[in-house]
């Protein structure tokens, strides 16, 4: 297959070939037929690194919260899930699977709930999916503690079944922790874990708009004194937006330093910030320009999927991306690299993912969108006009709009 008159990021009209799975030739001009694009902007496929695929489509069959507050939805959401059927799981989780394809992401990473009733079930539906699935999407799995429930014995022992499941990570939440030990204690036993299996680690960290909320240190420490570089991230990292500078600047150095990877979903931080205040509320969103500017490695999720918590997502990595340029004041041209970054290959290094990219050699996995420039993609939002996995078609939209007066 070869695609014809497109533009790279940086817009560049380029001609691409592909053989098999792979990008084998990319140049100015290409002979031979093939697909014209017509000048659209063309990119590595999005990577959405960070989803709750066991808890998307919640609204499907159980009730919507009756109040935006995080706490109260989150306890919504909770019960749906523990009062699902082992085929329901499974069919939530493939329609998602079918929503993340369409709007181009290709490689997600979900944090699946290993704690509660039903932990089986959401593990024997996610590894079936995946397999199912890999010819057309990469699924990352993070065994993960959502709950508030004590880390004790018989949850470190559930850690342990999920990596016999074959999750490629595992997480927490140690601000949910009863106390600043009982976190801390957690965060090791996590590491203890993870580098004994060489496995990822993600942890929803100071998840909190509470400016003394401060784990996300102790991670950085654990890292670095293990020299566990490469292969951590930190999931919202709320309370970055409620610390002082002088604190957020040196806890960006020693992110930057263990090569920590932040990933923020402005969606849900924006809805989640700010619960227990009245006005003036906080934004949430941490200092995405901020850490950029000093050398962290910063991603991008749409996390959830109409459920209770968002009851209005759709997995778009672009409306996440939109979010994200209002809420901390990334729409100005000189942002629109950085936000196409977070959502490629930003996302590649905080999943480690290889054989990525819009290059020779690389695993044919593209995205063409409806739109000539960085900028008409991130304001228009619209469809993607053509995917591209594992160098075959999966996702095409012609339709052309047509306004009449």
């Known amino acids: 297959m070869i695609l014809k008159n497109a533009r790279n990021l940086e817009g560049k009209k380029i001609d691409i070939e592909i053989n098999d799975n792979k990008i084998v030739k990319i140049a100015d001009t290409l002979d031979g037929e093939g697909i014209d694009l017509e000048g659209r902007l063309i990119s590595p496929a999005l990577i959405d690194s960070h989803a709750h695929i066991d808890s998307n489509f ?29 085929n329901e799981i499974y069919s939530l989780m493939k329609k998602s699977v ?29 590894m079936k999916l995946k397999e199912e699935f890999k010819d057309k999407i ?124 932040v990933i923020v979903s402005p969606i849900t931080e ?40 968002n009851p209005i997502g759709d997995g778009d990595l672009l409306k996440a991306s939109f979010a994200l340029m209002i809420g ?15 959502m490629t290959y930003n996302g590649a290094k905080a999943l480690n993912i290889k054989e990525y990219g819009l290059k020779e050699c690389m695993k044919a996995n593209l995205v063409v969108f409806e739109g000539k420039n960085v900028k008409d993609v991130l304001v228009g939002i619209k469809p993607r006009r053509m995917v591209i996995s594992n160098g075959k078609i999966v996702y095409e939209n012609s339709y052309l709009e047509s306004i009449r007066i």
């Open 270 to 309: 924006l809805e989640g910030s700010g619960a227990f205040e009245d006005y003036p509320k906080r934004r949430g969103i941490p200092r995405v320009r901020e850490m950029i500017y000093n050398g962290v490695n910063v991603a991008l999720g749409h996390d959830d999927i109409q459920n209770q918590l």
């Open 58 to 86: 919640l609204l499907d069959l159980c009730k919507e919260a009756p109040t935006p507050k995080f706490e109260e939805a989150l306890k919504v959401l909770m019960e749906c899930k523990e009062n699902l059927s082992e």
């Open 98 to 126: 079918l929503y993340y394809i369409k709007s181009a992401s290709l490689y997600v990473r979900t944090h699946l709930m290993i704690d509660g009733q039903k932990w089986r079930e959401r593990l024997d539906s996610i």
């Open 328 to 342: 901390d004041y990334m729409y100005f041209s000189q942002f629109f690299g950085d936000i196409f970054n977070l």
């Open 138 to 261: 990469f699924i990352q799995v993070i065994g993960f503690i959502q709950s508030y429930d004590y880390f004790d014995d018989e949850t470190e022992e559930r850690i342990w079944k999920a990596i016999d499941f074959g999750v490629d990570g595992i997480g927490g939440q140690p601000h949910l922790q009863p106390s600043l030990e009982d976190g801390i204690k957690m965060i090791k036993k996590i590491f203890d874990i993870a580098t004994q299996k060489g496995i990822l680690m993600d942890f929803h960290a100071d998840y909190s708009d509470d400016p003394n909320s401060r784990f996300s240190e102790v991670i950085a420490s654990e890292t670095m004194k293990r020299k566990y570089f490469n292969k951590v991230s930190l999931s919202h990292l709320l309370a970055m937006h409620s610390y002082n500078s002088d604190y957020a600047l040196r806890l960006m150095r020693w992110l930057r330093e263990s090569g920590i990877s």
